[in-house]
């Protein structure tokens, strides 16, 4: 997901799904407000949502979503795969 409509924004997330696609489902989604898009994930039982967001840019992380718990955390884009396989291979 990504706050902002922004040139290097998306950019960014767009390069993560197809780096994550080769492991993950995953989807690109920018329509609405961050409420508006966690609910639609939630409502579709997507387990985590990963936002990119200028703090991306900034230093490499992003805000991984636990559908579960509604916990939030910042996490290393090159430490992302191995954050979600950790959660998802239970």
């Given at each position: 997901?990504v706050?902002?409509?922004d040139?290097?924004?998306?950019?960014k997330?767009?390069?993560?799904?197809?780096?994550?696609?080769?492991?993950?489902?995953?989807?690109?989604?920018?329509?609405?407000?961050?409420?508006?898009?966690?609910r639609?994930?939630?409502?579709?039982?997507?387990?985590f949502?990963?936002?990119?967001?200028?703090?991306?840019?900034?230093?490499?992380?992003?805000?991984?979503?636990?559908r579960?718990?509604?916990k939030?955390?910042?996490?290393?884009?090159?430490?992302?795969?191995?954050?979600?396989?950790k959660?998802?291979?239970?």
């Amino acid at each position: 997901m990504v706050l902002q409509k922004d040139g290097k924004l998306k950019k960014k997330a767009s390069d993560l799904v197809f780096d994550l696609k080769k492991t993950y489902v995953c989807e690109f989604d920018d329509s609405g407000n961050i409420g508006q898009m966690y609910r639609r994930q939630d409502e579709i039982g997507t387990p985590f949502c990963v936002t990119i967001d200028y703090q991306t840019i900034e230093d490499e992380t992003v805000t991984v979503r636990d559908r579960d718990t509604m916990k939030q955390e910042r996490v290393n884009i090159s430490q992302l795969r191995n954050y979600l396989l950790k959660y998802l291979s239970v």
